[in-house]
């Protein structure tokens, strides 16, 4: 999605079968530990034969599509929920040990806890190593083939695992694949009682939000801790381009050595050897502000990165004060985002063309958001504190059509799942964090009464997935409250 997002490290013992036929009786006291801090239980990883094309009649190919599941907190073989993951835009045991909440509520209302894999991610890729190669194999990644790929699966869960029994199924996911919980509920009602979706930027699509409000929101949350932290990011722009240009009155008559004062002062691994090497630069440093405000969690976490409690706090303590000599900012801006990749003190150099972390499937997404997840960015550097770019649709499409021969549809998510004009949809949870810049494409107001928007003024991306924590401010305790009290009264719906 919409981000970028290390690997915890899992002890997985995969259990393959061609015919995979397992039922709840045959998993249990089988089941191996997940190696993560934030659910610390266990699951067995499985298989489920998948096609390719759920919607033509000519390609019958198939795929093992990867999923997690455990059934330990169910008193018996028969009966209870079940809480199915809509995976994301990536490995999904990295979601699966990022959303503790999920397993707390299945502890306590005793729920099997499955997480779905996301077709063309981890190990799910229907052409294997062939997947990203072939435009033809590739035009099956869709998140309308993802949520087919759910309803299949849940519908053999219905009919294999529990046959003559009535199931209520909760759907969750956090980002992109809150998106897919919400519109799993829109599209298919009769397959699941309810969803919760946080941190789902729905909206975040042509006509329906402005452009500019997503990275308005990042600059808030830098302000919300230290409005003179957003002045000097803002400043820092103009003077990257002073210096890569050589207009600094201190510096050699050459562009190399700007750039080579650059790429000194901010330790990088690779010198900047050309004018678009300074454009890569800034990128990564507007998306290192980005990935910030996501991760603005109160305690220390390493969801993208090694981070400490409120790590904007921390990043703005060298932008603190206002930063008036070009060498000045750039020292203070490096120190900053050295804080961000290197907190743990380990890296010798910092790589702008590194991924945050390999999780996450950034081909993926660059196809997915080069057909149909087209969420337009722009900025003016006056409600915002990044350097003025509009949106140019125009050269975005040609950019997709050199990487992957295909031309952007931005209308098709409003045409395919309703736009902001969804209230015949009921029982979907809508959480946002206002830290979070994805809560700009959110629904941050009650559409219906089945229809609760649940805010959380101190939460950062999807904070209330995450695992409870003695940190947690008290806003986002509340927001589990009732969020649980929601899909209590759903399962009690489901069997009255």
């Not at 997985?12 to 934030?38: A, P, T």
């Not at 929920?81 to 990022?98: A, L």
């Not at 801790?225 to 050459?254: F, G, Q, Y």
């Amino acid at each position: 999605m919409p981000a970028k997002l290390i690997l915890l490290f899992l002890i997985i013992f995969i259990v393959f079968s061609e015919n995979e036929g397992f039922r709840f009786k045959h998993m249990k006291n089988n089941y191996l530990k997940s190696n993560n801090s934030n659910s610390g239980y266990f699951y067995k990883t499985l298989y489920f034969k998948q096609k390719v094309d759920h919607f033509g009649f000519i390609n019958n190919d198939e795929f093992q599509q990867r999923y997690l599941v455990y059934g330990g907190f169910r008193p018996t073989q028969d009966g209870g929920p079940v809480f199915f993951y809509t995976g994301n835009e990536g490995d999904i045991t990295w979601f699966c040990n990022n959303t503790g909440f999920m397993w707390e509520l299945a502890k306590e209302l005793k729920a099997m806890v499955i997480f779905g894999e996301h077709r063309y991610y981890g190990q799910s890729l229907p052409y294997g190593k062939e997947s990203f190669k072939d435009p033809t194999k590739l035009q099956y990644l869709t998140s309308e083939q993802a949520l087919a790929d759910f309803a299949g699966f849940i519908d053999y869960l219905r009919s294999d695992w529990y046959p003559g029994q009535k199931v209520p199924v909760i759907v969750f996911g956090g980002s992109y694949g809150g998106m897919l919980s919400a519109w799993f509920r829109m599209k298919y009602p009769h397959s699941v009682q309810g969803a919760l979706a946080a941190s789902a930027p729905i909206w975040q699509f042509t006509d329906l939000v402005d452009c500019g409000a997503f990275l308005k929101t990042v600059t808030n949350t830098f302000k919300h801790h230290n409005p003179t932290c957003a002045d000097n990011i803002r400043n820092s722009w103009m003077t990257i381009n002073k210096v890569a240009n050589n207009s600094h009155a201190t510096l050699e008559k050459s562009y190399e050595t700007g750039r080579k004062t650059i790429g000194d002062t901010f330790k990088l691994c690779k010198p900047l050897q050309s004018i678009e090497d300074v454009g890569t630069l800034k990128a990564w440093l507007q998306e290192t502000w980005v990935d910030l405000a996501m991760v603005d969690y109160p305690y220390p976490s390493n969801f993208l990165e090694p981070l400490p409690a409120w790590p904007i706090k921390g990043v703005c303590s060298y932008l603190s004060k206002p930063l008036t000599t070009d060498v000045s900012l750039l020292q203070s801006v490096y120190q900053a985002v050295n804080m961000y990749y290197n907190y743990t003190g380990k890296a010798s150099c910092l790589d702008i063309n590194q991924e945050a972390t390999q999780d996450l499937g950034t081909m993926g997404w660059d196809y997915q958001a080069c057909t149909e997840m087209v969420m337009p960015t722009c900025s003016n550097g006056k409600d915002d504190m990044f350097e003025p770019v509009e949106w140019n649709f125009d050269a975005y499409s040609k950019q997709c059509q050199k990487q992957w021969s295909v031309t952007p549809r931005p209308m098709w998510p409003i045409i395919q799942y309703g736009g902001k004009n969804i209230t015949t949809a009921s029982n979907i949870i809508f959480s946002n964090g206002l830290l979070d810049p994805w809560s700009s494409g959110g629904v941050t107001e009650s559409l219906s009464a089945s229809l609760p928007a649940i805010i959380i003024p101190d939460g950062a991306h999807h904070l209330d997935l995450r695992s409870t924590n003695v940190n947690d401010p008290k806003d986002v305790t509340q927001a589990r409250e009732k969020e649980k009290d929601i899909i209590t009264q759903w399962i009690k719906d489901f069997y009255n």
